[in-house]
């Protein structure tokens, strides 16, 4: 049986080298590592759970041991990947559920799961050029298209368009799985009387304009942000479009590197999502390593940008990627002009926002010591905006 690998003590990575935009390639090399193993050790505990409790299916089975005959650097790339880490996800979430186990209707959750692995591994057999971890941030445009012609029938449901940027590894998610994945999570915010209020989310996605908004927002990052530009190839893989009245924007984190953003007709709104969801991913990413807050804090709490109470979570997400779009915004403001003082509007008033936010989690908090840590970076971040 494969064994369960083991994450390295990366001690000279520190959580507050992650706060700002990451200048260290080693560092993402580093948290690439990282997240192959957590994956891999999430799927060796789901299969073993699953043969433990004589739970016997030769297809799924057969699919995880395929993910183990490919080579070191495929496996780097395909624990990247949304669908992938999500399929492993609820593949530990099914295993550790003994009602789903023993319910025979289950098969079918088992059967999307299996459908995600086999399309994901097979696609993702022919990318073997990731020795180093810039040809695994940048994708090769010529070869991607090439794999998705000879794989779009067996792709079909994950089809995705890739945008022409510079090495960009950003693609719009079109397939079912993604939807299913949006309409999941807009449904806790949406109109419970409509019935069509999450599926009309998606309906749109075609809209002439639409991808050259996306593109033309994506480069500006590129063109006047390009430490935010790399940050943000490396946390989001995935953009799927959305309008919504419900949201914005959101990110799923048992979905790591998929946002939903709306393309809005002003570019800077859009950056701000981009930005916004982007740290979202980060930020969960860096509680994957290190847990910033003690578990079990139940209590909710007054938010600055929610009218419900929100979980100390919540509250501390809002101040780190408020903080962040903050910051790109600042670094805007010396590359295009701000006549109208849109850019240092949506500053001062991100600014007040977050210190009301980092005032809550002073006095409710119950950090760990790595959070104390990043709470005093992210203070001091917080500070130098108006600097």
Avoid at 136 to 145: N, S
Avoid at 264 to 273: G, S
Avoid at 330 to 359: C, F, M, P, T
Wanted: proline residues 3%; aromatic residues 12%; negative net charge.
């Amino acid at each position: 049986m494969k064994t369960a690998p083991e994450i390295n003590n990366q001690s000279e990575v520190k959580v507050s080298d992650l706060l700002t935009p990451i200048h260290d390639s080693r560092i993402y090399e580093v948290l690439e590592h990282r997240w192959k193993t957590l994956v891999e050790q999430q799927l060796f505990v789901a299969v073993s759970m699953l043969k433990w409790n004589c739970f016997d299916h030769e297809e799924l089975f057969s699919a995880v041991d395929s993910y183990w005959h490919l080579s070191t650097e495929v496996r780097l790339n395909l624990a990247r990947e949304p669908l992938f880490s999500y399929a492993v996800n609820r593949l530990l979430y099914f295993a550790s559920n003994k009602e789903l186990l023993g319910d025979s209707k289950s098969w079918c959750y088992i059967e999307s799961i299996i459908e995600i692995f086999n399309v994901e591994i097979e696609f993702f057999f022919c990318y073997q050029n990731t020795s180093s971890v810039q040809s695994t941030l940048e994708y090769d445009l010529a070869q991607q298209k090439k794999i998705k012609i000879q794989k779009e029938k067996q792709r079909s449901k994950l089809e995705s368009l890739a945008l022409d940027l510079p090495h960009a590894s950003f693609r719009f998610g079109e397939g079912d799985y993604y939807r299913e994945i949006g309409e999941h999570f807009l449904e806790k915010y949406s109109d419970k009387n409509s019935a069509l209020s999450t599926r009309s989310a998606f309906s749109d996605l075609h809209c002439p304009n639409l991808n050259n908004r996306l593109y033309q927002s994506l480069n500006l990052i590129l063109m006047h942000l390009p430490n935010w530009y790399f940050d943000l190839q490396f946390f989001t893989k995935v953009i799927v479009p959305i309008k919504t009245p419900y949201a914005t924007g959101f990110s799923v984190d048992i979905c790591r590197g998929l946002i939903f953003i709306t393309v809005e007709n002003n570019i800077l709104d859009t950056v701000d999502h981009l930005i916004h969801e982007n740290a979202h991913n980060k930020l969960d990413m860096i509680n994957d390593f290190y847990s910033i807050l003690e578990p079990t804090q139940g209590s909710t709490f007054i938010s600055p940008w929610r009218e419900d109470l929100r979980p100390m979570e919540g509250i501390l997400h809002g101040a780190y990627v408020f903080t962040c779009v903050s910051h790109a915004f600042v670094d805007l403001q010396n590359s295009i002009n701000d006549s109208n003082g849109s850019l240092k509007n949506r500053i001062n008033s991100y600014y007040h926002q977050v210190s009301e936010a980092l005032a809550t989690i002073d006095r409710y908090a119950k950090l760990t010591n790595v959070g104390k840590e990043f709470v005093d970076a992210l203070h001091k971040w917080h500070k130098a905006i108006l600097v």
